[in-house]
């Protein structure tokens, strides 16, 4: 009953998009490519919604993605999490702590929209250690999964970073 | 180490006139499902196994063992991980020996505990578990009332995917083991015989089924699936790498933080 666990991280669906839709970020150990290779040479699990389904063709509806969406759901490391009735209890309880601190603080950022809170929740629900997203296009005054990491509502051990700032050298096999 | 905050005691008796005399078969198996209820109990509370159960005293008259409970090295869920498992496994325990399900233990645990009380009886008399104020006797009036126990479960209507492994025939209705990439260990599948061909051309690899999931309260994820339909995932797994930067595009950030704004 002793031992560690293979690291386990959650994908946003912005990082799955960003794989596919950004050139120079292909190569390498670090950023979106080092998290891909990662994944791709069997160093890393991973999870991501069922949602990021519906997001990644809502944004980019072509074969090349959906390619890439089948491609990733085959990997037997790769977990395509349903919205269950835990995660969505999660996301709702994520996304009422959050407007509790916004009704008691007029200051602070929205709540996190749903989608996000599904993500994070997802994250959570399936014990993942890291999860990777991205803010780009947001407006700064929504709440973002990175604003809600190491502690999501306080109390929730979960990193939350960009690709940018892991360091995959040790997971790309 | 730091010393822990709690320990907890288990105890063996054998039937007879000696109690001490329990057979190294049954400390064996008795220590196993104790064990195995501990880890299914700390799985269902944090997702993954956050404590190390060490042995701090052993007793020979009465085979006796003293555990406390320590993080493991990779232990994310904080303070007081022991404390809950306990508390959860002792809560649990106490409404069986009641004949009440109170819903706190998972199936897995549940299990264990099953297999705590098979040789209750047979040969051994008893096995007492004591934590704090709590004290539990799994004896023959335990297993009396774990006979008479309805356990509880929900079903929903739900998709799983992961490997398929572990076909077994032998039994009323058939199962196959599926095994996802992340959350449960396993999930119990049961399907129709007349899917056989179709289960047996899918093991060991990744398939999606549909069907009413089963789980206990409280539980993350669902313990058993009848299965309505089974389809094996199909793509290429390789092909994920080859399309970094295969369709590029300078807004699909921008395009998807807009449509996560419209939640709003």
Not at chain 1, 74 to 96: F, K, L, P, S, Y
Not at chain 2, 75 to 85: F, I, K, L, P, Y
Not at chain 2, 139 to 164: C, H, N, S, Y
Request: glycine share 6%.
């Amino acid at each position: 009953m002793t031992g560690t666990s293979r690291e386990r991280v959650y994908l946003d669906t912005n990082v799955i998009l960003d794989w596919v839709a950004r050139r120079s970020d292909s190569k390498g150990s670090t950023g979106v490519g080092g998290l891909i290779g990662a994944i791709c040479s069997n160093g890393l699990d991973a999870v991501v919604s069922d949602i990021a389904r519906l997001e990644v063709m809502e944004c980019k509806a072509d074969p090349t993605m959906w390619r890439a969406w089948t491609s990733l759901r085959a990997r037997r490391n790769v977990q395509v999490a349903g919205c269950t009735r835990a995660v969505m209890d999660r996301a709702a309880e994520i996304r009422n702590h959050y407007q509790a601190v916004k009704d008691a603080d007029p200051s602070a950022k929205r709540a996190p929209s749903t989608p996000d809170a599904i993500h994070v929740a997802t994250a959570l629900i399936f014990d993942c250690q890291t999860m990777y997203s991205f803010d780009e296009g947001r407006k700064a005054k929504d709440l973002s999964p990175l604003d809600m990491s190491p502690l999501v509502m306080g109390k929730y051990p979960l990193k939350i970073i960009r690709p940018d700032q892991g360091d995959f050298a040790a997971f790309n096999l | 180490m730091a010393e822990p905050k709690t320990t907890f005691e288990f105890a063996l008796a054998a039937l007879g006139d000696d109690e001490g005399d329990v057979s190294l078969s049954d400390f064996r198996k008795e220590v196993a499902a104790v064990e195995a209820a501990l880890e299914a109990v700390d799985e269902d509370l944090h997702g993954r196994p956050q404590v190390d159960w060490i042995v701090k005293d052993l007793h020979h008259s009465q085979p006796t063992l003293q555990l406390a409970g320590y993080p493991l090295a990779d232990a994310s869920s904080g303070d007081g991980a022991a404390e809950r498992v306990l508390a959860t496994f002792f809560g649990g325990l106490e409404g069986l020996a009641r004949g009440q399900d109170n819903g706190q233990l998972g199936n897995a645990a549940l299990t264990a505990v099953k297999k705590l009380a098979e040789p209750v009886g047979r040969t051994l008399k008893k096995a007492s578990l004591i934590w704090e104020e709590s004290a539990v006797a799994v004896d023959i009036e335990f297993r009396a009332a774990l006979a008479k126990v309805q356990f509880l479960t929900e079903a929903r209507p739900e998709d799983w995917e992961g490997m398929l492994e572990e076909v077994n025939v032998h039994v009323v209705k058939p199962t196959f083991r599926l095994y996802p990439a992340a959350g449960p260990r396993w999930i119990t599948c049961e399907f129709d015989r007349s899917d056989l061909e179709k289960v047996r051309a899918a093991i060991t690899k990744k398939v999606f089924v549909e069907g009413r999931a089963l789980y206990r309260p409280q539980a993350r994820f669902p313990h058993r699936i009848i299965v309505d339909t089974l389809n094996t995932v199909t793509g290429d797994p390789d092909d994920l790498i080859r399309l970094g930067g295969a369709s590029p595009s300078e807004d699909h950030l921008e395009k998807l933080a807009s449509a996560r704004h419209d939640w709003h």
